[in-house]
C-alpha cells in the first residue's frame, strides 16, 4: 500500500469565501437548517410527516403516543445536528446553539441506562433490541448519531451528545465481537463503520477502531449473519444471495460494486479508513477494485450512481438509463465521502475529478436554489406526461418535493454543503494537496512554518484560480495543485507573473521552491465547451452526446427550449455562445447554440412510415444540470441525439 496518506485541512481552519459555494452554505445555515427543523416537528404544511422530534419526546417518557415513521427516522435528527454543527464553526450563532443544545437534551433524555439510544426500540420493546440488524437500522442510526456528536463536539467543545454515543457504541462493543459469547453481526444499512473511524480519531481509543474492523471484517462470512437472525425470529431467510446490503460474500472478495448504492459508498467508505489506518493491502485493493468499478462502470455523467428504484441499486455494468434511473441524491453524498477518503490514501487527481463531478452535479440538483424543495431521486431524461403514466416511473418526480416520509436526502446534502471547506485540501509532512478550486483560505504548518493560504477564483464559470502565501520567514514545501481531467492537460502555470517549474505525479502538479512571503500562483487550465460521448457499451446513450464545460454538466429544459426534446440533434459543426443565466437560476452561464430537431408529426400521420423524418433548425439554451426544476415544470433531457455534418 502507498504511505502518502494525506490529512485534510480541518474546517475549523478554512473560511470559505467562494461565489459559487458560499452563497450554498448560507442557504444551508439560514434557510435548509431552519425549514427541516420545522419539517422535524411536522411543521410544515402540505409536506410528508417525518415523526422525528415525537418518537423522540415519547422515547423520553416526555408525552405518550406510539412509533410512527420509518425506523431509521431518529437519523433525520442526527444529520440536521451535524449540518448545524458545521455552520457553527464558520457562522457562530448562539440562538441556533442553544436548538442544537435543547434537541441534544432531548436525545440523551431518551438514553436507556446503559446506553441504549433508538428510539423504535425503546418505545416498541427493548427486548427485541439487536434481533434484526437486517431491516431495522439500529446500527445505522448509531452511526449517523456519532457522526453528529464527533461534529458537535469539535464545533462547540461541548461533550455532552460525545458522552452518549461513547455509552451507546461501548454497549454495541460489549456485544457484538469475534468472541463466542458475543453476537457476530454487522449493520444492515452501513455507515457505523465510517462512523467509528471518525470516534477513534477523535477519542483515540484503539477499541473503536477494533469494532469497525470487525463488522467489515465480517461482513459476508458464512453462515450468513442475517440467515441466522430471520431463523431465530421464526421467519424464513430472504432467498437467494444478499447483494442488495453487500453481504453476499466477504468485502475483499466483491468484484463488483452491487446491490443499494447508498450503503455501497457508504460502505466502500469505511473500507477506505479501515485500511489507512491499518495498513491492509487486501482492504485497500478491495476499495480500489470497487473505486474503479462504480466510477468506470456504473456512474452516470452527472456523478449519480444506482441506475433503479428496485433496491435503490446498481444493476450490472453499462446498465445507465437515463428515464427511469434513480441515481438517489444520498448516492451521490455518498460517493464525495468515498472519493475524499481515497484521496487520504492516495493523492490521485481520478478521486477527486469525481468528488468534484458529484459536487457541481449530481448532489446540488437534489435541492431547489433556495434550499426548501428537495429531489429524492435525479434522472437525467424527464417527459412528465410519461412520467405521469408510466407505473416504471413511479419514483421519478417533475418538480423537488417539500419533505419525504423517508427524509434521508436533504439533511444530507445540508451537511455535506456545510463542510464543504474539509474537502478543499489535504496535507502531509511538507506537501498541501489542492483538491477542489474553492475560493477560500486555510492556515497550517507546512516545512515546518506557519503558513497562510488564500485562493481566489469565480470557478466554474471562470478557469483562473489565483493561490498566495502568506508567512513570516520563507518556507519549503511543496504545493500540489490537481490538473482537472476535463482540461485534458492543457493549462498555464505561473509564480509571480512568470513560469514555474512542475513535476507531474498523479494528475497533480507538484511545484516544489522555498516560498517567500506575498508568492502566489496562478493556474488557469482550458475550459472549452466539450462534447461528451458515453462508452459504447451504455445502450440508452448510443448515438447521443452530453455538454460539459469544466466541472459543470448541461442540459436541456423545456423552459428555454419547448417541448419535443427527444426529437433535439446536435450537429458536430455547432458552436456555443456563453450567455448569463435565466432568472431566477442564479448567477452563472448559459451555453447558446443552432440545433436541428425533427419536426412534429400531425396527429393523422401513420405510426410507422418509408421516408425519413425532416430535419430543421433550432436554437438551444443549455443550463446547468443542477438548476433545472426550478422554474415551470416541463422537459428536461441531458443527453440529445449527436449528429455529424
Known sequence: MSKLFTTPVPLQKVQVHDPFWKSRMEIVRTRMIPYQWRALHDAVPGAAPSHCIRNFSIAAGLEKGRFEGYVFQDSDLAKWLEAVAYTLIWRPDASLEQQADEAIDLICAAQQPDGYMDTYYIINGLEKRFTNLRDHHELYCLGHMVEAAVAYHASTGKAKLLNAVCRCVDLVDSLFGPEPEKKHGYPGHEILEMALIRLYETTQQPRYL?????FINQRGQQPLYFDEEARRRGEMPAPGPDTYRQADIPVREQQHAEGHAVRAVYLYSGMADVARLSGDDGLQDACTRLWQDVVQRQMYVTGGIGATGDGEAFTIPYDLPNDTNYAETCASVGL????????????????ADVMECALYNGTISGMTLDGERFFYVNPLEVEPEIVAANPNMRDIKIERQ??????????????????LGSYLWTYRESTLYQHLYVGARTELQLGGHCVQVCVETEYPWKPAMRTSFSMDTPAAFTYALRIP??????FTLACNGAPVSYQMQDGYALIERTWQNGDSVMFVPDMPVQRLYANPRVRDDIGKVAIRRGPVVYCLEEADNGKGLQRVYLPTHAVFTERPLPQPLGKGLALA?????????????????????????????????????????????VWVHAMSM
Open 593 to 637: 447554440c443552432t440545433g436541428l430537431s425533427v419536426v412534429e408529426s400531425s396527429e393523422n400521420a401513420p405510426l410507422y412510415q418509408t421516408t425519413p423524418p425532416t430535419l430543421v433548425a433550432r436554437d438551444l439554451l443549455w443550463i446547468p444540470y443542477y438548476a433545472w426544476a426550478n422554474r415551470a415544470a416541463g422537459e428536461m433531457t
Open 402 to 419: 417539500k419533505w419525504f416520509g423517508c427524509a434521508c436526502c436533504p439533511p444530507n446534502l445540508a451537511r455535506l454543503i456545510a463542510s
Open 336 to 351: 464525495v465521502f468515498l472519493a475524499q477518503r481515497m484521496l487520504r490514501s492516495a493523492p490521485k487527481a481520478e478521486y
Open 485 to 490: 481531467g476535463w482540461c485534458s492537460g492543457k
Open 210 to 214: 477494533r469494532l469497525a474492523q470487525y
